[in-house]
C-alpha cells in the first residue's frame, strides 16, 4: 500500500512538473490593423516560430485614450505580470511626454527594447490633386481651412507632430490654425482620408503597405534620411527641400515591477528576434528601417527622447 502511495505522489509530481508554461501575453494598445497592432502580432509570431516561446503569443487589443487604457491597464492591475509584453512606439513616449496618460509618467513601466523604425509618412488618396509637399504646404499657406489632417494619435501626438514639423521646416508658424483629427490607429486614418473627410493621413509606412499596393492612396513623402528599401518610387522630404526625420520606433515595454531576471530575458527574447531571418524579412515586407536599442541601453535612449519630445511640444505650443 505504502510503494502504491508513493507511486502516485511520484506520478503527481511529474505531471506537475510536465504542464506547460503560461503563454505570453502582448497587449495592443489599439484597434487590429494599426502599428501596435503590427508590433504584437509580428513579434510574438517570430518569439515562437524561433522557439523563444514555447507556445504562441497571445495578442489582446485595448483600444483607448491614445494607448493611455493599456499603460493604466499594466499599471494598476499587472504590474508584476512576467508574461506580458505591451507594443509601444514613438506616440507612446510622445503621450507620456505631454502628460496625456493623466498624471502617469515613463517610469512606471520598464523599456524592453526597439527592433525597428517605422519610417513616418504623409498620404493622400489616390485621386488627390495634391502631387507632392509644396502643393500641401502652398494649399495650407493659401488657406490652412483647407487641409485636414487624420493621424492614429491623438492631438499633439506624434502623427500630429509629423505635419507640423514639415510646416515649420516650410516657415509655417501659425500651426495653431492646421485641423487635424485623431482615430484610433492608423486603418482608421488611411479610411478617414480615402472617403474625403480629410486631405492627408499622417502616419507610419506599415500602416500604409497594403494600401499602397492595392492603388487606394498615393505617399507624398517618406520622413527619413534615405528613401525605404522597397519602396524608393516615395521621395524624402528632405529631397523636397523640407529638413524634417520622424520614424516611429517600433518596441516593447513591460511592468514595472517584474524581476531583472524577467527583464533581461525580455530583452534577450527581443534581441534574438532582432536579429532572426524571420524579422528581417517582416522589415523588408513591411517597409520597417533597421533600428536596434534593448535593455538598459533603451531604458536610458527613452529618457533622453521624453525630455526632448517635452521640449518640443512647449515649442509647438502643444504643451505650457
Known amino acids: 500500500m505504502k510503494l502504491t502511495i508513493l507511486r502516485s505522489a511520484a506520478a503527481g509530481a511529474l505531471a506537475v512538473f510536465a504542464l506547460p508554461a503560461m503563454a505570453a501575453e502582448c497587449i495592443a494598445p489599439a484597434n487590429p490593423g494599426g502599428g501596435w497592432d503590427f508590433t504584437c502580432r509580428q513579434i ?20 483607448g485614450a491614445g494607448g493611455g487604457l493599456a499603460f493604466s491597464h499594466v499599471v494598476n492591475e499587472r504590474n508584476t505580470d512576467p508574461e506580458l509584453i505591451v507594443a509601444a512606439s514613438s506616440a507612446t513616449t510622445t503621450r507620456l511626454a505631454q502628460n496625456a496618460f493623466g498624471g502617469a ?84 486614418a488611411i479610411t478617414q482620408t480615402i472617403g474625403g473627410f480629410t486631405q492627408v493621413m499622417t502616419g507610419d509606412m506599415s500602416e500604409i503597405v497594403g494600401f499602397i499596393k492595392s492603388g487606394e492612396v498615393r505617399a507624398l513623402a517618406v520622413l527619413t534620411e534615405e528613401r525605404v528599401p522597397g519602396f524608393e518610387d516615395i521621395p524624402t522630404a528632405r529631397e523636397q527641400g523640407y529638413d524634417v526625420v520622424a520614424v516611429n520606433w517600433r ?9 531583472d531576471d524577467a527583464f533581461n530575458g525580455w530583452a534577450a527574447k527581443l534581441q534574438a528576434v532582432a536579429d532572426s531571418a524571420e524579422w528581417k524579412a517582416a522589415m523588408e515586407a513591411n517597409g520597417l528601417a533597421p533600428f536596434t536599442k534593448v535593455g538598459g541601453d533603451f531604458q536610458s535612449w527613452v529618457d533622453q527622447v521624453i525630455a526632448e519630445t517635452e521640449t518640443l511640444s512647449k515649442e509647438i505650443g502643444v504643451i505650457q
Open 251 to 259: 518596441g516593447l515595454y513591460v511592468p514595472k515591477d517584474i524581476s
Open 44 to 63: 510574438g509570431k517570430i518569439l515562437f516560430d524561433i522557439g523563444q516561446e514555447g507556445q504562441p503569443v497571445q495578442v489582446t487589443n485595448m483600444a
Open 105 to 188: 509618467t515613463a517610469d512606471q513601466v520598464r523599456w524592453v527594447g526597439a527592433i525597428g523604425a517605422d519610417p513616418g509618412v504623409l498620404v493622400v488618396a489616390a485621386d488627390s490633386p495634391l502631387q507632392n509637399l509644396d502643393d500641401m504646404v502652398n494649399a495650407i499657406k493659401a488657406d490652412p481651412a483647407s487641409i485636414a489632417f487624420a493621424g492614429g494619435s491623438a492631438a499633439g501626438g506624434f502623427d500630429h507632430m509629423k505635419p507640423l514639423q514639415v510646416l515649420k521646416a516650410a516657415g509655417f508658424d501659425d500651426i495653431r490654425s492646421i485641423k487635424y483629427i485623431g482615430v484610433d490607429g492608423g486603418a482608421d
